[in-house]
Nanobody
Framework: QVQLVESGGGLVQAGGSLRLSCAAS????????MDWFRQAPGKESEFVAS????????YYADSVKGRFTISRDTAKNSVYLQMNSLKPGDTAVYYC??????????WGQGTQVTVSS
């Protein structure tokens, strides 16, 4: 089994910054990519950002482009999400996942991000 542990969420004022972390551990696996999603109360889950594991190519939702940066540390099997210029609309539970080369997807437990106006 693969475990993902997220951290770094919290309460921040609009315009502030937070850095989320997600570390993967467990049985042997080969990562293809890691993603961040978020889900706000009463809304469906929304893609935020993705990074390929080998080349480090990144992809972002239009709503976060220019404000969020995804990065990875392959030695630590970890992915990060630097969130700047946060808005109240960014308030959500943020989840990371990994997609393995074997075709499996594993999710973390989520971390709450609350942006006050």
């Amino acid at each position: 089994q693969v475990q993902l542990v997220e951290s770094g969420g919290g309460l921040v004022q609009a315009g502030g910054s937070l850095r989320l972390s997600c570390a993967a551990s467990g049985r042997a696996f080969s990562i293809s990519a890691m993603d961040w999603f978020r889900q706000a109360p009463g809304k469906e889950s929304e893609f935020v950002a993705s990074i390929s594991w080998s080349g480090g190519s990144t992809y972002y939702a239009d709503s976060v482009k220019g404000r969020f940066t995804i990065s990875r540390d392959t030695a630590k099997n970890s992915v990060y999400l630097q969130m700047n210029s946060l808005k109240p609309g960014d308030t959500a539970v943020y989840y990371c996942n990994i997609r393995t080369r074997e075709g499996n997807v594993y999710w973390g437990q989520g971390t709450q991000v609350t942006v006050s106006s």
